[in-house]
């Protein structure tokens, strides 16, 4: 039963509402735990024996077994929380399960951090030396729990789910030496060096915990490895994992484009920071996709097909110029809020317009260097994000600025109205502000120097150096000004803090092209919708719509949005006949013509309607075309260097 208090028999409500004031106990608020012992950088005092099973695919288990040398006292061991590359806070603690602690073959009683729940608390017993911990990453079965990293075939092993660590060091200063144990007939690629091999188990050559988490390992039933720069002294190798044999299959001309990515990368560096580096690749659609970076190696995933079908399967080949160029770009040089001690401290992605815009730009310009581009290819691609930024509604309030906050604010969550929330536009805004740039000092040099001088002066420091180099604002800005005097702090700061202002082109103008649209679509465009298996209206009607009918995405305002079409409809008839792409395209054609609407019959729930579109403009498809009497800078700057 419910009782209000009382004050000397009177009823505490009841002097309340008489306007009497009645003092009260403020609630009490609990303390907060001890902190996490924060990193300091002192050696640690021995060297963690790791030992990773994958052999169990069928249940898609990753078994750790971990010996970390420790002293008698209490103990934090942390599973990595802040990791480089990913820009947001994540792990895989949830798919962690079955802990057991023990030290001296005892078992010893654990708690998990209330507040950072990645943080396990033990007290080692006097007379230990070591703690020994045991789990399993529980490997998502469906993508609707997570990224698949694991199949019959093959496997993405990241250490930070396979691994945990001590807290109170920097991870530099953290020696480990991991043990792989892989399914018979499996070969792996990876960072890392092997000191033994022994059956199905690989021991690998003591190193950081840093250098551990920034190792991960590609390992397949159908393994290839292929040598990107025979002969050198500095190792660069291509290691692919496959669903089926047949996907390994390497042509001469597929073989020399990506050489060529190596060598158009290293003249426009001038220098390297690895002792090794390998790319990781999985030509597959059962593994889940990736593109990450790491200081000597990335995860590339591409279709099973990209080495078979190599003239069709050219969306999005730039991704492995834009993960390389991160070793320079990211990993060596880094945003100095980006790099921490370990990976409990908080990073921030303030500097991200550098770290992947300008990533973003020199990977489809070595894209187009090496070949993995063609010329058109290559335009395709940048009238696509010019015809994006054209229409992007949310300009007229976001900058580009502060979308460098998103993968924090939203950890890539799926968004109902990209179009007005915008997201993580420092990668292609963040492409066009450096194009802009190297088409001013060209212009201003009279083409005697460009951004390639920064690049070269910038990331091309201390060769064969692979610690990391911290930058700020101030030193990017320094940089530029050493290739061409220019105010370009106020160059950066106008653009990154520009909204709602007409989109930014002025590179494209500068370089002699200008965005128009037609009723063709450019090859890009149409391998794009293929490669995504819709077909898009987004510059016409302003919707993209699956082969299914479902309705992928809505621009703000456009005439889709006016008609009342949201994203997660589905589209069942045009006009009165059964929905078809080609009917629909058909249809936006003929109404060019006349002054008739489109009636599109909805499913939305359960739940039907028919909505009208009143749009007349015929079909609309991006393109960039040379603007008469100017300099064509885009074919000077995707140009091969000699």
Do not use: C
Not at 147 to 155: L, Q
Not at 403 to 411: F, G, R, V, W, Y
Request: aromatic fraction near 12%; charged fraction near 25%; avoid cysteine.
């Amino acid at each position: 039963m419910y009782r209000l208090r009382t004050l000397a028999g009177v009823s505490l409500g009841v002097l309340m509402m008489a306007g009497v004031a009645v003092a009260q106990d403020a609630p009490k608020w609990a303390p907060m735990p001890a902190p996490i012992p924060a990193a300091q950088n002192i050696p640690y005092n021995g060297t963690i024996q790791l030992s990773v099973d994958l052999t169990d695919t069928v249940h898609r288990l990753v078994k750790v077994h971990e010996v970390i040398p420790a002293k008698p006292g209490p103990l934090t061991l942390l599973v990595p929380k802040w990791l480089p590359g990913d820009h947001e806070p994540d792990g895989e603690v949830s798919k962690m399960a079955g802990f057991t602690f023990s030290a001296g073959g005892k078992p010893l009683n654990w708690t998990r951090d209330v507040v950072e729940v990645n943080a396990f608390h033990v007290d080692v017993p006097e007379g230990a030396n070591s703690v020994t911990v045991e789990f399993q990453y529980l490997a998502p079965v469906d993508d609707g729990i997570g990224r698949i990293v694991m199949t019959p075939d093959m496997a993405n092993l990241q250490w930070d789910f396979a691994s945990i660590y001590p807290a109170g060091y920097y991870v530099s200063r953290i020696p480990v030496q991991a043990t792989l144990t892989l399914p018979e007939g499996w070969q792996q690629g990876s960072g890392l060096d092997v000191e033994t091999t022994n059956g199905d188990a690989i021991t690998f050559k003591t190193v950081s915990y840093e250098t551990l988490i920034d190792s991960p390992v590609f390992a397949g039933k159908y393994f290839k490895r292929i040598d990107l720069d025979p002969g050198a002294a500095t190792p660069v190798h291509m290691d692919i994992v496959a669903d089926k044999p047949s996907s390994l299959d390497v042509s001469d001309k597929e073989l020399q484009i990506h050489r060529n990515l190596v060598q158009q990368a290293y003249k426009l560096y001038g220098a390297h920071h690895y002792d090794h580096y390998d790319f990781l690749v999985a030509a597959s659609d059962k593994l889940g996709g990736i593109g990450l970076e790491h200081h000597r190696s990335s995860e590339n995933s591409v279709d099973p097909d990209y080495f078979t079908d190599w003239d069709k399967s050219f969306y999005g080949r730039d991704l492995f110029a834009h993960e390389y160029t991160h070793s320079w770009n990211g990993k060596y040089r880094r945003p100095w809020d980006l790099w921490t001690p370990d990976y409990q401290a908080p990073m921030r992605d303030s500097l991200l317009w550098v770290y992947e815009g300008q990533t973003e730009y020199w990977g489809n310009v070595l894209a187009a260097r090496s070949g993995l581009y063609d010329r058109d290819q290559y335009l395709g691609h940048i009238a696509m994000i010019a015809a994006y930024y054209d229409n992007l509604a949310a300009r007229q309030w976001r900058d580009l600025q502060d979308t460098t906050n998103d993968p924090i604010i939203a950890e890539r969550a799926a968004q109902s109205w990209p179009n007005w929330q915008a997201s993580e536009e420092y990668y292609d805004e963040g492409l066009l502000i450096w194009l802009d740039a190297d088409t001013l000092i060209r212009e201003k040099t009279g083409g005697k120097k460009s951004l390639d001088d920064f690049a070269k002066a910038f990331f091309g420091v201390n060769n064969g150096a692979w610690d990391t180099l911290t930058y700020n604002f101030d030193d990017v800005v320094a940089a530029l000004n050493k290739v061409y005097p220019y105010d370009w702090a106020s160059f950066l700061n106008d653009r990154l803090h520009d909204h709602g202002k007409a989109p930014p082109f002025d590179g494209l103008t500068r370089a002699g092209y200008k965005l128009v649209y037609t009723d063709t679509p450019t090859s890009y465009f149409k391998a794009r919708e293929t490669y995504h298996k819709m077909t898009d209206f987004n510059y016409s009607l302003g919707f993209s719509v699956s082969k299914t009918g479902a309705i992928i995405n809505v621009l703000w305002d456009s005439p889709a949005f006016k008609a009342g079409l949201t994203k997660g409809m589905k589209l069942i008839a045009v006009n009165g006949l059964e929905f078809d792409a080609d009917n629909l395209k058909d249809v936006v054609k003929a109404d060019a013509k006349t002054s008739d609407k489109i009636d599109l019959l909805i499913k939305a729930d359960d739940r039907y309607k028919t909505v009208s579109i009143d749009y007349h403009g015929g079909l609309r498809y991006p393109s960039l075309v040379r603007i008469d009497g100017t300099k064509d800078m885009l074919g000077d700057i995707i140009a091969a260097k000699k």
